[in-house]
């Protein structure tokens, strides 16, 4: 295999289910250990990891309509710092070393998000966490992902679920959904397809930031995706 990483800086998104294993709910600590070790070893490679967490496993409060939206995003950043926390101890016991940056201050458990920050961490070999997503409501955490991996100036966006990549329709409902293996940015607004929610989209589109969406069912696709093995679907410009 071939040991040199193909990207020198990514953006790991993860959403907060894939944290929470079988049960769907609360944290699979785990799961979260093995996740973590995979992202250990891509550092050890020499790669730069940013990592940006949902907080679905804890808070979806934007799907019941009953509360003030506002107030219910708010719930979710918190849940995204859950996961972030959870994350960071996971690292530092896999031997990594991680900073947690939160949108919202909260300095007492994070530091506060300061890009050139994150970046000296960054370069300096820590794996850093960004959570709350923008820090602002109306604002999924794909978008906190896109925003994040422009800001730091990231190569790609790894997007970990718990599918094979992008398809044509649901393959847990159509056996016979098709897998692309790469699309445009065009090809995934124009088709809307289910890669990220449309403002995240755009956003790597003007900013020209590949997405590659991968399973992590297997940690360790984090690290062939580090090495450029081909896996997963792969979104660019044409």
Known sequence: ???????????????????????SVGLDFDK???????????ADLGVQVAIVVGGGNFWRGRSSGKMDRTRADHMGMLATVINSLALADGLEQAGASARVQTAIEMQRIAEPYIRGRAIRH??????????????NPFFSTDTGA????????????????????VYDSDP????????????TYAEILEKHLNVMDMTAAAMCQDNRLPILVFNLCDPHNIVRAALGEEIGTLVAEA
């Open 146 to 165: 896109s925003l994040r991996a422009a800001e730091i100036d990231a190569d790609i966006i790894f997007k970990a679920t718990n599918v094979d990549g």
């Open 122 to 135: 960054l370069e300096k070999g820590r794996v850093v966490i960004f959570g709350c997503g923008t820090g």
């Open 172 to 183: 847990r409902t159509n056996p016979a959904a098709k897998l692309y293996r790469r699309l």
């Open 32 to 42: 979260v250990l093995s996740v973590c070790r995979s992202v250990k070893e891509c």
């Open 1 to 23: 295999m071939n040991q040199k990483p193909k990207y020198r800086r990514i953006l790991l998104k993860l959403s907060g289910e894939v944290l929470a294993g079988r049960e």
